[in-house]
């Protein structure tokens, strides 16, 4: 059983196309994340939902439009796509309220913008 | 969250010990160290924590000099299959309902046959 799954693997689209990004977790945790990866190689830290809730948004730009339907499921959701986008989106999980954060991560979407 | 400095690659032979270093000289007293490392095209993976005391799982051990300013990641027999980006990410105990993780640029460690 896969911990915490993304769909779609890759994506390929246009620029100022519309696209989403599901991420699922079966862990049982309260809080999950959406995270950056830049062809650099840095992760950033985009949103996290805790208990449905937002409570990081580290400016990002609107365009950027998480949505959490029940403490299972977060899922990305990017407005007008720039080539700028382009980078691996990785969903994770954790289980704040134990003080643990250990965070689960999925295996990453990869959205490339032509 | 304190700042961690790490060295940008290491080599390891397959079999040995791989030893990776951080340096965390202004971490204060209510933060944990944890380590995750990132295979290539896959997701962060957790390997360890610790708040002052050594800790060891089934992965690694974690050695936290007694002055908490630096850690020592140690793979006991690493293999290839422990070739990786290794990050140590220092981070309070409690930091309300966040949780965020912060990631430098970790060490690359690449283990040669």
């Known amino acids: 059983d896969t911990a915490v799954s993304q769909t779609p693997k890759y994506l390929v689209t246009q620029m100022g196309n519309d696209k989403s990004i599901k991420c699922e977790q079966n862990?049982?945790?309260?809080?999950m994340y959406w995270y950056k990866q830049d062809s650099k190689k840095f992760l950033k830290i985009m949103f996290s939902?805790?208990?449905?809730?937002?409570?990081i948004n580290e400016t990002v730009p609107n365009r950027f439009s998480p949505k959490s339907p029940d403490k299972a499921h977060l899922n990305l959701h990017i407005n007008s796509l720039e080539l700028g986008d382009s980078a691996v989106y990785f969903c994770?999980?954790?289980?704040?309220?134990?003080?643990?954060?250990?965070?689960?991560f999925g295996p990453g979407t990869r959205l490339t913008v032509t | 969250d304190a700042k961690t400095t790490q060295p940008t690659s290491m080599d390891c032979a397959e079999g040995r010990a791989a030893n990776l270093p951080c340096n965390h000289s202004?971490?204060?007293?209510?933060?944990?160290v944890y380590w995750y490392r990132q295979i290539h095209s896959q997701g962060p993976q957790y390997i360890i924590h610790?708040?002052?005391n050594n800790e060891t799982n089934e992965m690694a051990s974690l050695i936290i000099t007694e002055d908490r300013k630096s850690s020592t990641l140690i793979l006991p027999h690493a293999t290839l299959r422990d070739t990786a980006v290794y990050y140590c990410?220092?981070?309070?105990?409690?930091?309300?309902?966040?949780?965020?993780?912060?990631f430098g640029q970790g060490t690359t460690l690449q283990v040669k046959p």
């Open positions: 202004t971490i204060s007293g209510n933060e944990y």
């Open positions: 610790g708040l002052k």
């Open positions: 990410i220092v981070r309070p105990v409690y930091s309300g309902n966040t949780g965020k993780l912060i």
């Open positions: 862990l049982g945790h309260d809080t």
């Open positions: 939902y805790n208990n449905k809730e937002l409570i």
């Open positions: 994770a999980s954790s289980q704040v309220s134990g003080f643990s954060y250990e965070q689960y």
